[in-house]
């Protein structure tokens, strides 16, 4: 069965821009969590998708968004790019809710904003 | 508010040695988490402890949930070199996320 695919996995950005990451969850999963991680923070909870719906937001400015397809995969959206945005996105996929059950990791969109 | 806290940060140990990463949160969680994270990889998870009390083993790890489901532990035991990596935990508060904890950075000395 493939695992979580994210796309792409590495960006260079400009600050002000904005940027758009993907992520396709394993086959027949229903929830879709984003996570911001960097050497600093570790790993902080952006937002989490199921079935179309966000149902959790993590603290994070506006500029952060996101959305689920019907087909359950995951776009998160970053606009007005910040120095401080540079970090490893990851997206995780479960089977139903997110927490209940293990949550299967992509590999990651390395962006740098310059 | 909901926060897990990790200890210690950071843990160099000889191959052999015993390693323990503690987790602790100030409110009681539905579940926790275990996960691995490899130099340049992904989380990856390890296992999910959800009873007050519960101890559950995988070959050299031992994981463990406190009696009052707020506190939790990962134990390995005569480390070896490919236990490298770092180890998070992961609260489930019953609000349909997780909530990671800081993570202890695993360095082996061979």
């Known amino acids: 069965k493939a695992g979580v695919t994210q796309t792409p996995r590495y960006l260079i950005k400009t600050r002000g821009q904005q940027v758009t990451l993907s992520c396709s969850p394993i086959s027949g999963h229903r929830s879709v969590s984003w996570y911001q991680q960097t050497p600093g923070q570790g790993l902080q909870f952006l937002f989490e998708?199921?079935?179309?719906?966000?149902?959790n937001k993590g603290n994070f400015p506006g500029r952060f968004s996101g959305r689920q397809f019907s087909n359950s995969r995951s776009e998160m959206n970053v606009s007005t790019l910040e120095l401080g945005d540079s970090a490893l996105y990851l997206c995780?996929?479960?089977?139903?809710?997110?927490?209940?059950?293990?949550?299967?990791f992509g590999q990651g969109t390395r962006l740098t904003v310059v | 508010g909901q926060q897990v806290m990790q200890i210690p940060q950071y843990q160099h140990v000889q191959e052999g040695e015993d390693f323990t990463t503690y987790c602790n949160s100030s409110t009681t969680l539905s579940n926790i988490q275990w996960y691995k994270q490899r130099p340049g990889g992904h989380p990856v998870f390890l296992i999910q402890?959800?009873?007050?009390?519960e101890v559950k083993k995988q070959k050299r790890l031992t994981f463990q949930f406190g009696e009052a489901k707020k506190n939790s532990s990962l134990h390995i035991t005569a480390t070896q070199t490919t236990d490298v990596g770092t180890y998070f935990c992961?609260?489930?508060?019953?609000?349909?996320?997780?909530?990671f904890g800081t993570g202890t950075r695993l360095t082996i000395i061979p």
């Open positions: 402890l959800v009873k007050s009390g």
């Open positions: 992961a609260g489930n508060f019953g609000n349909e996320k997780l909530t």
């Open positions: 995780a996929s479960s089977l139903v809710v997110t927490g209940g059950t293990e949550a299967f």
């Open positions: 998708y199921f079935s179309e719906t966000q149902r």
